[in-house]
């Protein structure tokens, strides 16, 4: 027997609302999109049930999610009126974590405190990056294996004449393995160094630098306890992006890192008053 998530039972629920009749209200308050019993479903309810659902926001989806609200309610309210649900074990948890997730965001938001981005950090950030780039960028794919067997195993078939993306699909531990190992371009000077591989791995910045347009890694490159297999799909002269395009992404960047700063600094603190069993 197949049992029911709450989730399959609200979407169930939204759909028996969507086709009974309901009764409309002349004018709703500002703000409410809805009423159950008089009780009020907010838009800013709606609107966080939309952001939550990743669903593009459309008229079908807006009205769905209003429904599931509306069983939601609907099932509260019947729910509120046995007081024993309430005692249950399972509520108490539910009901302590959101409250615990509530009073600990609000915490954070008033005591981590991450310095500003300026322009003139985004701009740093950019000219850095710009000038590590080389001459030429590529255009790579990689399988990822654990062992040299495995490794062996791939090599063995490319040199058959196998389809690098497929193997790279049926091998591959990296995640951009349903890509078919499909990188994004990289550009290095060369000959690459330490700490100047766009956060490749040393011997697989080497390794792409070092093949022609259509090559296939001769032998596995080893990192740590992984073995790569590389194949250069394409290498062009690199292509800067203008500031003004990758200016957000990078300050979304830095100010990602300023907020990791910043929190590690408020643990830190916090650890050396507290003491922490493990």
């Known amino acids: 027997m197949t049992r029911s998530t709450p989730s399959k039972l609200l979407a169930a629920a939204s759909l028996a609302l969507l086709t009974t009749s ?11 999109v809805a ?7 907010t838009q800013a309810q709606l609107d966080r049930a939309v952001a939550q659902s990743g669903l593009a926001a459309n008229p079908n989806v807006v009205q769905a999610l209003k429904q599931q609200l509306v ?6 309210q019947q729910a509120a009126k046995n007081p024993a649900y309430d005692k249950l074990p399972a509520v108490q948890q539910a009901v302590k974590e959101t409250h615990d997730a509530a009073i600990t965001q609000a915490w954070l938001k008033d005591n981590i405190k991450p310095a500003p981005v300026t322009d003139a950090q985004v701009k740093a950030r950019y000219d850095a990056i710009v000038s590590s780039l080389g001459d030429k960028e590529y255009k790579a794919r990689v399988i990822q294996v654990g062992d040299d067997v495995t490794a062996s195993q791939v090599i063995a078939q490319l040199k058959q004449g196998g389809d690098f993306a497929k ?7 990296a995640p951009n393995k349903a890509r078919g190992g499909e990188m994004d371009w990289a550009s290095f000077k060369v000959p ?12 697989l910045a ?12 001769a032998a596995p490159v080893e990192v ?8 250069v799909d394409a290498v062009r002269p690199t292509q800067v992006p203008a500031f003004d395009a990758v200016k957000p992404a990078i300050r979304q960047t830095l100010e990602a890192s300023e907020l990791e700063r910043a929190t590690v600094q408020v643990v830190g603190g916090l650890l050396k008053q507290a003491k922490v069993v493990q």
């Open 206 to 217: 080497r390794e792409i630098a070092a093949l022609p347009p259509g090559a296939v890694s």
């Open 22 to 32: 309901l009764a409309w209200a002349d004018a709703l308050p500002a703000g409410v």
């Open 35 to 41: 009423t159950v019993n008089g009780t009020p479903i």
């Open 167 to 173: 193997l790279a699909q049926q091998y591959s531990s």
């Open 224 to 231: 740590g306890n992984q073995r790569y297999i590389v194949k």
């Open 71 to 76: 069983a939601r309610e609907l099932f509260r």
């Open 192 to 203: 690459v160094e330490e700490g100047k591989s766009q956060n490749l791995p040393l011997p």
